[in-house]
């Protein structure tokens, strides 16, 4: 367990907009940041960061909370998992209790299969540098394709021995578990039970999360053998799933983000030696069909994409109609193709940076215009051919969404198909009108329950009614003036919280979540501690945390020059915090003893007994007293 003095260390020296920001392109507004979800697929901007507060809210999926709990929900941390990372990013020593062996037996099995992937990339990392034979085989292989020593350290390369059982062995030796070593598809299960390594002598990249923890491998072979195949990936596990994720991009965001581009290229070796030459912002699909998901993740930090080929014609011609997707999630798409025999690897060790930046500056080319070209020089005169090619680039243009940006590429291929532009507009046209047809017809076009009623019945509505708005709204009085001193009635040095709690003594809570916080206030009060919002920001339980980011945080903020454009005044609660609290309390009063007179009323609908009447009766009679009273109360309280 991490120690009380190292959270709050880790607590003052994180800034939530600096730490999201490695995750989400956010952008300054008035007090706040605001950026596009990383939890839902949206192109207006939902997602919000105050760095007031500290805290977080996404309005798309509704998750919200601290740097912690963004950690928790992003990446799937645990909560010390996501301390630990904060305390790598600030450098602060994490001081435990009792002390963490790392060939101990994790209670959560994510973290373990983490775990053994991190010792994985260190032994191979250290089996490359320190062992003959991984410096005369993979560190030569490393050096002749002119990787750096800062490369290879910055990247965990590595080596696996040409042995059977050389890591399996070892990792069993220090204790990593059988059940993590095979699912996370290092060691290979035998049909007689024993394990033997994966990647026998093979140069081992590490493939890292968007917060830079090993999650896979890609080995590669040294052998000229046909029968052995080139690369050998991870299987997919419960932490690896290769289409969420861009090889380099741990190293790239930051640069991404500040280029407002992200280069994209095919294999290991592209981004290595790209990333070398001091051009960063690259990652690589690895191999793998570029995924929505893929594309998504880049969408986090850029709606640029530059997507460098190499000069294979037939791969070109294969992965053209699967970047359409990059066009329906709303990004824009330029591609540069490399003379054939070179591919980004090789042309930027023999024409350095300046000129490989020189080659993408004089040949990139939107992907629309590029897809064009290229398929018009396959059709030549064939007419037959050339209408496919101009459907087939409409389709392209139609996944577009930005109509404006859709408008001027069909000007453009207007030009180069040498046909009326009103005719690629009108077949354009045709085809949105389709998809919204047929995507009106999905969503119509659900099976009729068995005993669904004709049309001229009107089934009966039941609208759920939600009797928990006041008392959320006593939590939020709490979260936002339960530290302010009473400043009425002449009443001195008595804190709002403690006063609200006292007056409320007698409300029973019915929103289960709002009666945790109510008794987790009260028992604070009790011990002398005023807790305050950051308090329950980071408190660890989920749904105090909820409750109170979504009622701290609020999507819209006012204008500063607000007052002085349009002289109108918007009501402040703080003006008259008398009746703002005591308003609050004795709404919720009002709202419990309506409750209560609702229940005597069906008692006495139901009871016969002439005593049991009388006494209700009585019982009713004295609550409609108390909520005159109330009512009353009310009245001169906001009125004054």
Request: contains cysteine; glycine residues 6%.
């Amino acid at each position: 367990m991490i120690t009380k003095p190292t959270i709050d260390r880790i607590m003052e020296a994180t800034d939530i907009v600096e730490v999201i920001g490695e995750f989400v392109q956010l952008k300054k507004r008035g007090a706040n940041y605001v950026g596009l979800s990383p939890f839902a697929n949206e192109r207006t901007p939902s997602f919000t960061v105050s760095p007031a507060k500290g805290i977080f809210k996404d309005f798309s999926s509704g998750k919200g909370g601290s740097a912690i709990t963004f950690l928790m929900e992003l990446e799937k941390f645990t909560y010390p998992e996501a301390l630990k990372w904060l305390a790598k990013k600030y450098g602060i020593e994490v001081e435990e209790t009792v002390e963490a062996s790392e060939n101990r037996e994790e209670e959560n099995h994510r973290e373990s299969l983490m775990i053994v992937s991190g010792y994985a990339a260190k032994f191979f990392h250290e089996s490359l540098l320190e062992t003959d034979e991984g410096k005369n085989i993979g560190l030569s292989y490393f050096k002749e394709r002119g990787f750096s020593g800062d490369t290879i350290k910055k990247f965990e390369l590595g080596y696996s021995p040409d042995q059977w059982e050389a890591f399996t062995g070892q990792a069993l030796k220090e204790g990593y578990q059988q059940q993590f070593l095979e699912e996370s598809g290092l060691s290979v299960k035998r049909d007689n039970g024993s394990l033997y390594d994966r990647y026998r002598g093979r140069v081992m990249f590490p493939i890292h999360s968007f917060t830079g923890r090993v999650i896979a491998f890609g080995g590669r072979t040294l052998k000229n053998d046909k029968n052995v195949p080139k690369y050998v990936n991870s299987p997919e596990s419960e932490i690896y799933h290769k289409s969420n994720v861009l090889y380099g991009l741990y190293f790239a965001k930051k640069a991404i983000r500040e280029e407002d581009n992200c280069f994209l290229v095919e294999g290991y070796a592209d981004v290595l030696s790209v990333h070398q030459a001091g051009i960063e912002n690259v990652v690589a699909s690895s191999g793998t069909s570029l995924t929505v998901e893929q594309i998504r993740l880049i969408g986090r930090f850029t709606k640029n994409i530059t997507i460098l080929y190499d000069g294979d014609a037939a791969g070109i011609k294969a992965s053209l109609r699967g970047l359409d997707m990059i066009l329906e999630e709303g990004l824009n798409v330029k591609v540069v193709l490399f003379p054939d025999g070179h591919d980004p690897d090789s042309y930027v060790r023999n024409f350095g940076t300046n000129g490989f930046k020189k080659h993408i500056a004089d040949n990139k080319k939107d992907f629309i215009l590029f897809k064009t070209d290229i398929l018009l020089k396959e059709v030549g005169n064939d007419p037959i051919k050339k209408a496919d090619v101009i459907r087939e680039i409409v389709e392209s243009v139609a996944k577009i969404p930005d109509s404006i940006k859709a408008s001027v590429f069909i000007k453009e291929c207007s030009y180069l198909l040498q046909i009326d532009e009103r005719a690629l507009l009108s077949e354009l046209n045709k085809m949105r009108m389709a998809k919204a047809k047929k995507d009106s017809q999905q969503q119509i076009s659900r099976p009729a329950p068995v005993d669904e009623p004709n049309f001229f019945d009107e089934p009966e509505i039941k609208v759920e009614k939600d009797d928990s708005n006041q008392e959320k709204e006593i939590i939020r009085l709490l979260l936002l003036y339960g530290n302010k001193v009473i400043d009425w009635d002449g009443i001195a040095n008595t804190y709002i919280g403690p006063f609200m709690i006292a007056e409320l003594s007698d409300v029973e809570f019915e929103n289960q979540t709002c009666k945790s916080f109510v008794e987790i206030y009260r028992r604070e009060v009790e011990n002398g501690v005023l807790p305050d919002e950051q308090y329950f920001i980071h408190y660890p339980e989920k749904n105090i945390v909820d409750v109170t980011v979504t009622l701290l945080a609020t999507k819209y903020t006012l204008s500063e020059n607000w007052y002085e454009m349009h002289k109108i005044l918007v009501n402040d609660e703080q003006a008259n915090m008398k009746a703002t609290i005591l308003g609050a309390i004795f709404h919720l009063k009002k709202q419990k003893v309506g409750k209560i007179l609702e229940g005597l009323r069906k008692e006495l609908q139901k009871t016969s007994v002439e005593a049991d009447q009388e006494i209700l009766l009585n019982q009713y009679m004295h609550m409609k007293k108390v909520e005159k009273t109330i009512s009353d109360y009310l009245g001169s309280v906001i009125l004054k």
